[in-house]
């Protein structure tokens, strides 16, 4: 038996993905009209949703939506996978607290949109008490791959919240280009099919780039920060003419001009790390 509390689309899904599979779920939200053809125990309260079952999956808004809903609740001896989205910080905190009333924690994030849970190419990070996280990886494989990355709290989170860093932007910055484009009056689907290539050739530098954050070298032979500092600028400068919202490329500029200021302009542009990370 699995409880899932929360169903917004993701939660849909999920129950979905484990009725599939076979297993009973016993589901909880607030609007009861949302487990409406997904062929789950609904329980009429909380109280009973978390009497259903030792796993308690968690698909909320976010982490003070579980306080909201567990605070007060037995929950001592529970397993709460928490895959609402929060910062690491947050989480940890939740971590915390979900131990002190008697449960053990394990928090996540789902890396692929609801209609894509449950099938061959979704994948979950998860943090916490590894052997927990074995014990219901059967279960939670349902769901998406286990992608364990360790026992510290928050760090499934951090993980996902990378990946959605780098996705974020990506689509901010297909916007922005297409935007650009449209703005000279150029039909949109004529810069698409270059926009995907441009995604496919990313993969490309980012080995060296890995290669030189680990040594903290960054030769700049081929594209040094000064180069590509000016390619910025550029950016900036056809975002203004063209009446396109510049603050995307206004903050990739600023941390070119910070890496010349702190004298990176011969080098590399990955040293851009030095001055993004702590």
């Not at 510290?152 to 990946?163: I, R, S, T």
Request: proline share 5%.
């Amino acid at each position: 038996m699995i409880t899932v509390i929360g169903l917004g689309p993701m939660g849909q899904a999920m129950v979905r993905g484990f009725r599939k599979a076979g297993h009973e779920v016993t589901v909880w939200n607030r609007t009861a009209s949302r487990a409406e053809g997904l062929d789950a125990s609904v329980a009429p309260t909380v109280t009973d949703a978390l009497n259903a079952s030792e796993l308690v999956i968690l698909s909320l808004t976010d982490y003070k939506a579980m306080y909201d809903i567990l605070d007060g609740q037995p929950i001592k001896g529970k397993v709460i996978v928490n895959l609402s989205s929060d910062s690491p910080g947050k989480t940890r905190e939740a971590a915390k607290w979900a131990s002190e009333q008697g449960a053990t924690f394990i928090d996540g994030g789902i890396m692929v949109p609801a209609e894509q849970v449950a099938t061959d190419i979704a994948y979950v990070f998860y943090s916490g008490p590894e052997d927990a996280v074995r014990k219901y990886e059967p279960e939670l494989s349902v769901i998406g791959k286990v992608k364990y990355v360790g026992s510290a709290p928050g760090l499934g989170q951090l993980f996902y919240q990378a990946q959605l860093d780098i996705f974020l932007t990506t689509l901010a910055a297909y916007l922005h280009a297409t935007a650009l484009i449209e703005a000279a009056g150029v039909p949109v689907t004529e810069y698409h099919e270059f926009a995907l290539e441009n995604f496919a050739t990313v993969n490309f530098v980012l080995e060296d780039a890995l290669k030189n954050i680990q040594s903290g070298e960054h030769p700049g032979d081929l594209a040094n920060v000064i180069m590509m500092g000016a390619t910025a600028d550029h950016i900036v400068a056809a975002s203004n003419e063209s009446g396109v919202d510049p603050a995307l490329p206004y903050a990739v500029k600023s941390l070119y001009d910070r890496a010349i200021a702190k004298g990176h302009g011969r080098d590399s542009w990955t040293s851009l790390y030095e001055v993004i990370k702590p």
